[in-house]
């Protein structure tokens, strides 16, 4: 099932949009999924900043 998904402008280099469009048009796959794809890496590289619950089990 599909999450819901919130709508939100961004600002992308003239750059950045001619990668994207040009990476649309050769993968079919939407520039939006390559943007929710590019923040999901951004919040994984951060996750430590971020609040959550303190784990039980030492990963150590």
């Given at each position: 099932?599909?999450?819901k998904?919130?709508?939100?402008t961004?600002?992308?280099?003239?750059e950045?949009?001619?990668q994207?469009?040009?990476?649309?048009?050769?993968?079919?796959?939407?520039?939006?999924?390559?943007?929710?794809?590019?923040?999901?890496?951004?919040?994984?590289?951060?996750?430590?900043?971020?609040?959550?619950?303190?784990?039980?089990?030492?990963?150590?």
């Amino acid at each position: 099932m599909a999450r819901k998904k919130v709508s939100t402008t961004v600002y992308v280099t003239l750059e950045q949009s001619e990668q994207l469009k040009l990476l649309n048009r050769k993968t079919k796959v939407p520039v939006a999924e390559y943007i929710r794809e590019g923040i999901d890496l951004v919040l994984q590289k951060h996750k430590h900043l971020l609040p959550g619950q303190i784990s039980f089990v030492d990963k150590g």
